[in-house]
């Protein structure tokens, strides 16, 4: 009889792998956000937390793209402390954009950050195939597609609007809800993969790889839409 700790090694990868069809779903386009209500009506706290609302359901449920980004970002070093700090630089950067774009500074076109967003999640899917280990500048790439990625977020809050009377407090609590959102997928990931996988001798080959080859397709697919089709 084989011990039960190899047991769960053999095991644990097909359930991992039993996530990939549904990774592939998410090729699925988004809705949009749609807000119904009087924001001149709103009080600052409701005002606030409508749009800490509308940050998270922009990751959970409708962001599809950054939800791949944020695994991809996770799956290479399956421990929280790296990734965390991942998503950390990469709220920073997309604050920073977000911020830049509402207030009208910058308007990126939406013909062109699209793809890139998409080629970014394609570029951290093929680069956790080809390594075996966090790089110190993947910060510094993080920060870089952050930056792209909040002009994305930007052209979702610009249809929505921000309400005049806490344009500052509505942007702020906005970031606050991507935050939870982003912190959320990582805790997932953390809970059905790398709290049990981390450190195992098979991980990468049977974790890293594969997963990293569905989001690669599924960020290939959405950067050749994206280019061609929108």
């Known amino acids: 009889m084989k011990p039960p700790t190899l047991l769960a090694e053999i095991r644990l990868p097909r359930r991992a792998l039993v996530l990939l069809p549904l990774l592939a779903l998410l090729a699925t386009p988004a809705a949009a956000h749609v807000l119904n209500t009087d924001l001149s009506k709103l009080s600052r706290t409701e005002i606030f937390w409508t749009y800490l609302q509308l940050g998270f359901t922009h990751i959970i449920p409708l962001g599809f793209d950054h939800i791949l980004f944020i695994i991809s970002l996770y799956i290479l070093e399956p421990r929280l ?85 806490d344009y500052f407090g509505s942007l702020i609590s906005f970031n606050v809800g991507v935050e939870l959102g982003q912190v959320s997928v990582i805790l997932l990931c953390w809970a059905l993969v790398g709290r049990w996988a981390a450190g195992r001798s098979w991980y990468k080959q049977r974790v890293v790889v594969p997963v990293s080859v569905v989001i690669g397709l599924v960020a290939a697919y959405w950067t050749v839409e994206r280019v061609f089709f929108a």
């Open 81 to 165: 402390k790296p990734v965390l700090m991942q998503a950390t630089a990469f709220t920073v950067a997309h604050s920073i954009t977000l911020g830049l774009a509402m207030y009208g500074l910058i308007s990126p076109p939406s013909a062109v950050i699209e793809p890139i967003i998409a080629l970014s999640i394609l570029f951290v899917a093929i680069e956790n195939i080809i390594t075996d280990k966090l790089n110190p500048w993947r910060l510094l790439i993080v920060f870089g597609f952050g930056l792209v990625h909040g002009m994305g977020f930007a052209s979702a809050l610009t249809g929505l609007g921000l309400p005049q009377k």
